[in-house]
């Protein structure tokens, strides 16, 4: 049974910086594609970004990018979101999320994280 377990989210004021950090105990790790969506209160989840096994392609949604990266370590079985330039409507718990198919709807990801808060300050 694979478990995702995020880190790295918190209390930080417009213009700041966070980076998330999930480790995933999946032990094909490297063939996985991996993602992050967010879910502010009272929305439905969303696609953040995503990152390819090879680690040469990534898809983000418009909102963030420029802003946000998301990049993987293979050998540490994790991946990350480096935020930056971080704006209230990034409020929203974040999630990791791990697939064998390469996409951006959430349906297509069968193992997730429990969720990390990301809450920005104006």
């Known amino acids: 049974q694979a478990q995702l377990v995020e880190s790295g989210g918190g209390l930080v004021q417009a213009g700041d910086s966070l980076r998330l950090s999930c480790v995933a105990s999946i032990r094909t790790f490297s063939t996985y594609h991996l993602a992050w969506f967010r879910q502010a209160p009272g929305l439905e989840r969303e696609f953040v970004a995503v990152?390819?096994?090879?680690?040469?392609?990534?898809h983000y949604t418009d909102s963030v990018k420029g802003r946000f990266t998301i990049s993987r370590d293979n050998a540490k079985n994790t991946v990350y979101l480096q935020m930056n330039s971080l704006k209230p409507g990034d409020t929203a718990v974040y999630y990791c999320a791990a697939s064998e198919i390469y996409g951006l709807s959430a349906g297509m990801y069968e193992y997730w994280g429990q969720g990390t808060q990301v809450t920005v300050s104006s």
């Open positions: 990152v390819n096994s090879r680690i040469d392609i990534t």
